[in-house]
């Protein structure tokens, strides 16, 4: 069974659309993240929840939108997509949020906006 | 100035070479280290978390320099396997474990 399992893996959709991505773990852990790849292959934070609870929101455009219905799900919904969304997005996972806990990431979605 | 900079690739060396990467960070309250190996259009992946003793596994040998600031990861032996973007991970000090990751460096090992 896939640790961190995200859908989906390919999300081709045009300029100005509303798309989620969704993304369940099963290690039991309590802390999810949401990590940005751009092309320069950069990965940067986006967002933490802990046990449903936001943790860190760094600086992104509020049109994501994340949401953690329970501790094992933590989903990104996006409003009015721009070209400059397209990047691989990458959910992860962690025993809580210490700083020296691993994390564990999904395979990514891969994101192209037309 | 990159909160982590990582020796730009790529390397490219053969078989059952030793390769060392450096990489910097510029928050010194930064509080836990690592290296992730990321294979191409693949997660990243935890390699091995670095401790300011240094540490070892197997032909993989990490060292942290707290007051330059400063980590390394030396591969031996290298393997074709190898091949993969290493990826420098430092967690600044109670930021709610957010990793901050440095822009990688590309390894390719050839037979």
């Known amino acids: 069974d896939t640790a961190v399992s995200q859908t989906p893996k390919y999300l081709v959709t045009q300029m100005g659309n509303d798309k989620s991505i969704k993304c369940e773990q099963n290690?039991?852990?309590?802390?999810m993240y949401w990590y940005k790849q751009d092309s320069k292959k950069f990965l940067k934070i986006m967002f933490s929840?802990?046990?449903?609870?936001?943790?860190i929101n760094e600086t992104v455009p509020n049109r994501f939108s994340p949401k953690s219905p329970d501790k094992a799900h933590l989903n990104l919904h996006i409003n009015s997509l721009e070209l400059g969304d397209s990047a691989v997005y990458f959910c992860?996972?962690?025993?809580?949020?210490?700083?020296?806990?691993?994390?564990?990431f999904g395979d990514g979605t891969r994101l192209s906006i037309l | 100035r990159k909160e982590v900079e990582q020796d730009p690739g790529p390397f490219n060396v053969p078989e059952g070479a030793t390769v060392a990467f450096n990489c910097t960070y510029s928050?010194?309250?930064?509080?836990?280290f690592f290296w992730y190996r990321q294979d191409c259009r693949k997660e990243p992946k935890l390699l091995m978390s670095?401790?300011?003793s240094g540490n070892e596994d197997g032909r993989f040998t990490a060292q942290l320099n707290r007051a330059s600031q400063y980590i390394s990861l030396l591969i031996r032996d290298s393997k074709l396997s190898d091949s993969a973007t290493y990826l420098c991970?430092?967690?600044?000090?109670?930021?709610?474990?957010?990793?901050?990751f440095g822009q990688g460096t590309e390894l390719s090992v050839k037979p």
């Open positions: 670095v401790y300011s």
């Open positions: 992860a996972s962690s025993h809580g949020f210490g700083s020296n806990q691993p994390q564990h």
């Open positions: 991970v430092v967690t600044p000090y109670n930021q709610g474990g957010k990793l901050i």
């Open positions: 929840y802990n046990n449903k609870e936001l943790i």
């Open positions: 928050n010194s309250a930064s509080q836990s």
């Open positions: 290690l039991g852990h309590d802390t």
